[in-house]
């Protein structure tokens, strides 16, 4: 049942969503503040991503104001959305990443790739305070605004039968002042509180960018036709 069977269009969260959703064609990671917001710039400037594990030993993850001119390969740490794109991967499903700024692009992909469209938000995690390092463990998931209005961006601008959750969350992206909502939730307040409002403010802005990152061998890479 929590494979939401029958539906074109699905949404679940973190890890378990991804196994809940595995038999999708496509699967769409959504990890906006600030993991696939990163990628959409290095990506939309024509480099790649090489995401991998983020460790409280090795410092805060790379913020998308540093990424502003980035090219080339950049590695990437992140305790969610890099993850999950390894996991989805598993899958054998086509696995792409979007956020605010990019969401109506990936989705046309999306559509191009497969029938079964499943959206990932990543959610955070309790206890994990990435910008003081954090614990050794992870908490469990914490579902939070900015993922589900990133990921209800990619569904609002799929066509096809929805499930109640991908629903629900197109509705919610369609009917929401979403830069205020980000700005103004936990996650958003975090970040501006600790002087990281230019990452923010970066990951608020809808539909600026046209970069759809595939993940493929390992690498988060341009994945639009040519």
Request: charged share 20%; hydrophobic share 45%; aromatic share 4%.
């Amino acid at each position: 049942m929590f494979a939401q069977e029958g539906y074109r269009l699905r949404l679940e969260w973190g890890p378990e969503g991804v196994d809940a959703l595995k038999a999708c064609d496509v699967l769409v990671v959504v990890d906006v503040l600030s993991f696939t917001t990163s990628v959409d710039l290095v990506v939309g400037n024509g480099g790649q991503v090489r995401p991998s594990r983020w460790r409280p030993t090795s410092g805060p993850t790379l913020r998308p104001a540093s990424l502003v001119d980035a090219t080339g390969l950049v590695d990437l740490p992140s305790p969610n959305g890099s993850n999950l794109c390894f996991l989805a991967a598993e899958t054998g499903a086509h696995v792409l990443a979007a956020c605010l700024r990019n969401a109506a692009a990936v989705a046309e992909r999306a559509q191009e790739l497969g029938e079964t469209i499943g959206v990932i938000p990543g959610g955070e995690r309790w206890g994990l305070d990435i910008l003081k390092r954090g614990p050794r463990e992870f908490g469990p998931l914490r579902p939070c605004v900015e993922d589900y209005l990133g990921a209800g961006a990619v569904l609002a601008a799929l066509s096809g039968s929805a499930s109640p959750e991908a629903a629900l969350a197109a509705a919610a992206f369609t009917n929401t002042d979403v830069a205020s909502a980000v700005r103004e939730c936990g996650s958003g307040r975090e970040l501006i509180d600790n002087g990281h409002a230019a990452d923010v403010e970066l990951a608020v802005q809808v539909g600026v960018s046209k970069a759809v990152p595939v993940f493929a061998e390992g690498l988060l890479v341009e994945g639009r036709l040519s």
